[in-house]
């Protein structure tokens, strides 16, 4: 059990700064002896100091001094973890660092288990199991948006959503099992018609959830663009002028690129994984021809297409047969019109012309050589995920809340067949305690010791 290999009535200590040498050190204490062993440390009367102040003291090792620096003081249940907690802040030395921490661990400390500070702050109430998986999201966040849903994880906005959900479920849950309480009057205390439209409604709500998690995922592991179109249109010219660097083989010999280049690229905030792809043709090398497969497998698989053409070889048809061909609720379709430089305003002007004519057509005319309208095919990029994340209170990025709520809809789901079939009041009452059960999981009320173990255990030491 993970809180037996972990006792809560140890006092733990660990160093909460990274690894290497840097001008300021953190080692954190907590416990109910935190404030005895830092006493003993400081040669100072702590436990007499005012909470959540901080003081100047050096640091003894059995009187021979190691170190001087500052002590944060914060009393329970005020605190991360809900006990009283020392942190002292030192020189960044890890031979210091070191010096400290195991003087703290003669004192009586043990050495705090990965995210054991954050474990304790759980058990004792302070965070729940949602807010305290968002804890590791935030320190593991690459990338702005990234950081921004995760922090709204953090103050509670995603468990607010899960316990108002499951606040109405528990009211007609109860009702359903006082019914069970009373079968053999055969009565009827939860309105069946009130009972079929609130999980109607909360079944869209989780569904509104799940489908978030395409935009949550994406958002924390990178946008899949991929690069794609025939032989010198231009992709790897293009994948380097949005990295702003020599990224991809550039070359007017057709088939230079044989195999994807995959490239993190950052807009705003907003991570995209970047793909370049062999040119589209047929071809008897057999070498290039499993590099246009990978294409067409990265076209499957990316969120969003940049389609590029080369505007001196630009054809209408070829547009309309890759979008016939592609088209589908999880791509959107951009087609680059490249190479604008080398054509004239009046050819220009005709493909501007058939692409407004064309409205289905996302499209964009280019030129990667003068990085021409590179910024406005940017904000095209963007503007799908913004707009997924404005119109998203909370955008789930966990599997296994993921896992949990698809769980939950599943029994819902029986509850709708329960009640239009006028099922027995126990198979009713079933289906609504495992759907509470799947939506307990996700705050942590209901959770076993392997799960715990599982999400604290990926947590840096001293968080």
Not at 371 to 389: C, F, G, P, W
Not at 422 to 440: C, P, T, Y
């Amino acid at each position: 059990m993970f809180s037996k290999n972990y006792p809560s009535d140890d006092t733990i200590v660990a160093i909460a700064t990274a690894n290497g040498k840097g001008a300021i050190g953190i080692i954190r204490i907590s416990g109910r002896n935190a404030f005895q062993i830092a006493e003993k440390l400081c040669n100072k009367n702590v436990s007499k100091w005012n909470s959540h102040t901080i003081h100047l003291s050096s640091f003894y090792d059995n009187k021979r001094p190691i170190d001087q620096g500052l002590v944060l003081k914060f009393d329970s249940p005020n605190t991360y973890t809900g006990e009283d907690v020392i942190e002292l802040n030192c020189h960044g030395s890890p031979l210091i660092l070191n010096l400290i921490l195991n003087t703290c661990i003669q004192l009586g400390a043990r050495l705090a288990s990965p995210g054991e500070f954050t474990f304790r702050a759980f058990i004792n109430g302070k965070l729940d199991l949602s807010q305290a998986e968002a804890v590791s999201d935030v320190i593991n966040a690459e990338n702005e948006v990234s950081l921004q849903n995760s922090l709204k994880h953090l103050k509670g906005g995603f468990s607010k959503s899960i316990d108002k959900l499951k606040g109405e479920l528990i009211h007609f849950a109860s009702l359903i099992e006082l019914e069970l309480d009373f079968g053999e009057e055969d009565v009827e205390f939860a309105d069946r018609s009130q009972l079929l439209s609130k999980i109607n409604e909360l079944i869209s709500e989780i569904n509104y959830l799940v489908n978030s998690f395409k935009t949550g995922n994406a958002i924390t592991k990178g946008i899949p663009v991929a690069i794609v179109g025939k032989p010198n249109a231009g992709k790897s010219s293009l994948l380097n002028t949005l990295l702003n660097d020599d990224r991809a083989i550039v070359s007017d010999i057709a088939g230079t690129t044989r195999d994807t280049i995959e490239e993190l690229f950052n807009i705003k905030g907003v991570a995209f994984r970047l793909i370049d792809t062999a040119g589209i043709r047929i071809s008897t090398d057999q070498i290039e021809q499993i590099g246009i497969e990978k294409a067409f497998s990265k076209i499957k698989s990316a969120d969003i297409i940049l389609y590029l053409i080369d505007a001196e070889k630009f054809d209408l048809s070829e547009i309309e047969y890759f979008f016939e061909q592609n088209q589908s609720a999880s791509n959107q379709i951009i087609f680059c019109i490249n190479k604008i430089d080398l054509m004239p305003e009046n050819k220009l002007s005709e493909i501007r012309q058939i692409l407004k004519i064309k409205k289905d057509y996302n499209s964009i005319l280019i030129s990667c050589h003068l990085r021409e309208s590179i910024e406005q095919l940017k904000i095209m990029l963007t503007a799908d995920i913004n707009h997924k994340l404005e119109n998203n209170n909370h955008v789930l990025t966990n599997s296994r809340h993921y896992n949990s709520l698809i769980q939950t809809n599943e029994h819902l789901i029986k509850c709708q067949a329960a009640i239009e079939q006028s099922n027995s009041h126990d198979m009713l009452a079933e289906d609504l305690r495992m759907a509470l059960h799947h939506l307990s999981e996700i705050t942590g009320d209901i959770s076993n010791d392997d799960l715990l173990e599982n999400i604290f255990r990926n947590f840096c030491i001293g968080k």
